[in-house]
């Protein structure tokens, strides 16, 4: 089920991101899977900086298990993005984010989306607890949501 665009009001936390020369496709717009990037980019970035999550030596790591985006509008190099960030869902080992990608300065998103992350210990790959930092980090972004998760 697609979820309806929100606005740049609906998101807690923003991240600018500027498009590479190297994302436009043959069409001259940002290729599709680059929307994913700038997904990434929000969520590990938050992590990182706010959650002191530890990408390279830290005991616990993210997996994405689900993603999606629904596309509205297409951007181009060299504009810059800006990624709202909010979670939808924060449970024992699992986090459902939210993402609307937006022009600078404009309310209505060029894509929506969300990710899923499972965390899990490095080494064993088995659920673990987010605690903590991390935990602090992620209900700071925690809305109510009204969508469904499949």
């Not at 490095?122 to 209900?139: C, F, H, V």
Request: hydrophobic share 35%.
């Amino acid at each position: 089920m697609a979820s309806e665009p929100r606005t740049r009001d609906d998101y807690v936390h923003f991240r600018s991101i500027g498009t590479r020369w190297a994302d436009n496709d043959i069409y001259g717009h940002v290729n599709n899977v680059e929307y994913y990037a700038f997904f990434d980019t929000v969520i590990n970035a938050w992590l990182i900086d706010e959650g002191g999550l530890d990408i390279h030596r830290g005991t616990t790591i993210g997996l994405c298990a689900e993603s999606h985006c629904s596309y509205h509008a297409s951007v181009a190099f060299p504009e810059t993005v800006d990624a709202g960030l909010r979670v939808g869902k924060l449970g024992r080992s699992s986090v459902r984010y939210e993402i609307g990608l937006f022009r600078a300065g404009q309310d209505e998103p060029i894509a929506t989306g969300w990710f899923v992350h499972v965390f899990v210990d490095r080494e064993t790959r088995s659920s673990t607890p987010i605690e903590g930092r991390l935990r602090d980090a992620l209900q700071r972004l925690l809305v109510a949501s009204p969508e469904v998760t499949s």
